[in-house]
């Protein structure tokens, strides 16, 4: 099982960017697929999730800005980030869970003007 996740770089503050996430050697259709992001200094931390019915859920710190959705057919989770802000500024992982926790390589998003 692979994730292999792309997009990201420097943004702007208020600006927005797209990451994708292409998943390979799993039954992508019936998996739940989360994204997760790591500050510098901090703890890995959950920012949304996309259950296999598209059942959305996000934290409170990234709720009406980010938006996760999925594409079965290209088998990619995407996690579309607007309102972006300098605390966003993270390494961006995907993950999802087949037989073991599976996590992505990382995307970094910088945002700074």
């Known amino acids: 099982v692979q994730l292999q996740a792309s997009g990201g770089g420097l943004v702007q503050p208020g600006g927005s960017t797209r990451l994708s996430c292409a998943a390979s050697?799993?039954?992508?259709?019936?998996?739940?697929m989360k994204w997760y992001r790591q500050a510098p200094g901090n703890q890995r931390e959950w920012v949304a999730d996309i259950a296999s019915s598209g059942r959305t859920n996000y934290s409170d710190s990234v709720e009406g800005r980010f938006t996760i959705s999925r594409d079965n057919a290209r088998r990619t989770v995407y996690l579309q980030m607007n309102s972006l802000q300098p605390e966003d500024t993270a390494v961006y992982y995907c993950n999802t869970y087949w037989r073991k926790q599976v996590w992505g390589r990382g995307t970094l998003v910088t945002v700074s003007s």
């Open positions: 050697g799993m039954n992508f259709g019936i998996s739940a």
